[in-house]
């Protein structure tokens, strides 16, 4: 225990109003109050992380994406990063499925919450295959026409072959 002793910053900020009421001042290598909110988001290192845009190492954990990802915020640029970032994309199965549920007429908020997706992606994928759709229906087979023409014609045939 001597003068030279660091305090850890968080148990000092936590203990400020003991430690100056036994202490009077502050130790020399200790920070101010001040500053203790500032050094209490100080960043940790992380390894391997750094910024994308100015490459500092300065990071500070940010939360998770949606796939579950750690995020990290650049201390000096302030800008986010999601290092090993997993894809958050649906298999192309999911989105199969919530087009054929959406096509045998159930609300598209109704597909989205059975496959347990958003609704907003059940609509984006709705749309992109709407719009891939060709703007003409196409024109129904004219040889089925023709067939049943085909067809009309020798039940005729043969009825009044009967008669
Ligand atoms: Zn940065």
Redesign the pocket.
Same mark, same amino acid.
Not at 76 to 79: A, D, L, N, T, V
């Given at each position: 225990m001597g003068p030279n002793r660091v305090i850890p910053t968080a148990i000092y900020g936590v203990f400020w109003p003991i430690t100056r009421h036994m202490w009077g001042s502050l130790p020399a290598n200790c920070v101010s109050p001040t500053n203790i909110g500032d050094m209490a988001r100080r960043p940790v290192s992380h390894p391997g992380v750094k910024?994308q845009? %100015? !490459?500092?190492a300065e990071m500070r954990k940010y939360g998770r994406n949606l796939s579950g990802t750690q995020k990290y915020q %650049?201390r000096? %640029? !302030?800008?986010k990063t999601t290092p090993n970032s997993k894809s958050i994309a649906h298999s192309p199965q999911i989105r199969q499925s919530a087009l054929r549920l959406v096509a045998e007429g159930m609300s598209q908020r109704k597909a989205a919450r059975i496959l347990q997706v958003s609704g907003q992606s059940v609509g984006r994928w709705v749309k992109k295959y709407v719009d891939s759709l060709p703007a003409q229906p196409p024109k129904p087979a004219t040889s089925e026409v023709t067939e049943l023409d085909e067809l009309h014609t020798f039940v005729r045939s043969k009825k009044t072959n009967v008669i």
């Open positions: 910024c845009f %100015c !490459g500092s %650049c000096k %640029c !302030g800008r």
